[in-house]
């Protein structure tokens, strides 16, 4: 079992920046993709970046060079940096790991409980 808990959330005014992190807990795992969703309200959750194993990135076309995303692996750490935030990013992000597990080629997805940001025009 993974336990992903989510930081950094918060309310941030038009333009400003805020840092997501999330760390992954538990015993004996070994970690794929990791990656930030949001879902805004009334609407689906959506990709917004996600980081390989060997940090090849890929990113919303929405939030391009906007966000940064990162990873710690030795701290089993995702980080989001958000820059030049507009009030359409306001929703709750959610942390996402693809765990390894042996004999599973699609390995296991695991979910923080999220946090919410909220931008102000």
């Known amino acids: 079992q993974v336990q992903l808990v989510e930081s950094g959330g918060g309310l941030v005014q038009a333009g400003g920046s805020l840092r997501l992190s999330c760390a992954a807990s538990?015993?004996?795992?070994?970690?794929?993709?990791m990656g930030w969703y949001r879902q805004a309200p009334g609407k689906q959750r959506e990709l917004v970046a996600v980081i390989t194993s060997g940090s090849s990135t890929n990113y919303a076309d929405s939030v391009k060079g906007r966000f940064t995303i990162s990873r710690d692996n030795a701290k089993n750490t995702v980080y989001l940096q958000m820059n030049s935030l507009k009030p359409e990013d306001t929703a709750a992000y959610y942390c996402n790991a693809n765990v390894v597990v042996p004999g599973n080629p699609y390995g296991m997805d695991y979910w923080g409980k999220g946090t919410l940001v909220t931008v102000s025009s």
């Open positions: 538990g015993r004996r795992f070994s970690i794929n993709d």
